[in-house]
């Protein structure tokens, strides 16, 4: 039992070890957060360091997709999430009766589906992508199979633009937080910022993407803003991701455009994790990740296809 003198993070640090927990960390969480996790990453390599792991209990601070499936790829650990309510606006736009409907109505087409979608719809799925793969895994489809690509529409559009694929339907979907973002914004912190290059999530929409000089997952942007020449960013995603550029990168400067509906750039779903709740999950071992064998094994075979790409 804490005494009123320990910090919640000693107290974490203390459960972490008593369950043989490991806590993986997704970019767009507190800072606090990110400070105690083991690992940090994004969609990609969260999954790939969870289905590694051999411990007693995975706690998962991102959002449900992900915990779910880190469970799908790695069975027999536990997977805990702070809060069950951290959702995704992607998943919620993707109902798996619809992708069920079109499949019956387009069975010809193969099914690419983002990361950010249930662990239902994962399984009516050919093939699975990420942030920072989705093209290369377009382009491992042959050229003349239809695609039907799901559900981020922002995405997919610049998918579609990359891969030059003309026989590709795409889904409706957006992520609140990036659609949201309005290219006029970006013109005002270009004209505000002119020595700093605008670096984008292509959850973004086209607008805002034109104006982009690079485009990538939010480890990738990291990685471009730590190790570019230049010192100077306009950062078109979640704002945690912060907590590493200015770890990694403290003497540069980066500039975060705020939400048209809103005026930060955060994730309200991220954002629902805390510190007291990943304390009080690690505690309870709750809320936890619970899926039938049958459904974890359908949904694995296109998230392993996945896995599998060069
Ligand atoms: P990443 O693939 O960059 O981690 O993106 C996941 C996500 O939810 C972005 O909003
Ligand atoms: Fe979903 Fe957007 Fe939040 Fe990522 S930032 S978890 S895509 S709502």
Known sequence: MATLSTSIADEILAL??????????HHYQDSEIQ?????????????RKA????????????????????????PTRTVIVPDQDAGCSLVDSCPVEMVRAFK??????????????????????????TSSNAVKIVNSIPADKPILFLPDIN???????????TNMRIWQGACIVHTTFAARKVTEARIAHPEAMV???????????????????????????????RNSFIVMTESGVQHSLRKYAPH????????????????????KNSLEKLRDCLQSVSPRVELSPELMERARLPIERMLAVK
């Not at 019956?104 to 992508?129: F, G, L, Q």
């Not at 086209?206 to 480890?219: N, P």
């Not at 455009?257 to 750039?265: A, D, G, L, P, Q």
């Open 16 to 25: 972490k070890q008593e369950r043989n927990a490991v806590i993986l960390a």
């Open 35 to 47: 400070e105690l996790a083991d690992v940090i990453g994004d969609s990609l390599e969260l999954a």
């Open 51 to 74: 289905k590694e792991l051999d411990c007693e209990i995975i706690a998962f601070c991102g959002v449900w997709f992900m915990a779910e499936t880190a469970k799908a790829l790695n």
């Open 104 to 129: 019956r109505k387009y069975p010809d087409h193969a099914v690419v589906s983002y990361i950010n979608t249930s662990i239902e719809v994962k399984a009516e799925s050919d093939i699975i992508c």
């Open 155 to 165: 995405l997919g559009n610049y998918v579609k633009k990359e891969t030059g694929r």
């Open 199 to 229: 670096v984008a999530h292509p959850e973004c929409p086209g607008d805002v993407l034109l104006q982009a000089e690079f485009i990538g997952s939010t480890s990738a942007l990291i990685k471009y803003c730590v190790e570019s020449e």
């Open 252 to 271: 540069k400067q980066f500039y975060f455009v705020t939400n048209e509906n809103c005026n930060c750039s955060e994730c309200p779903y991220m954002k």
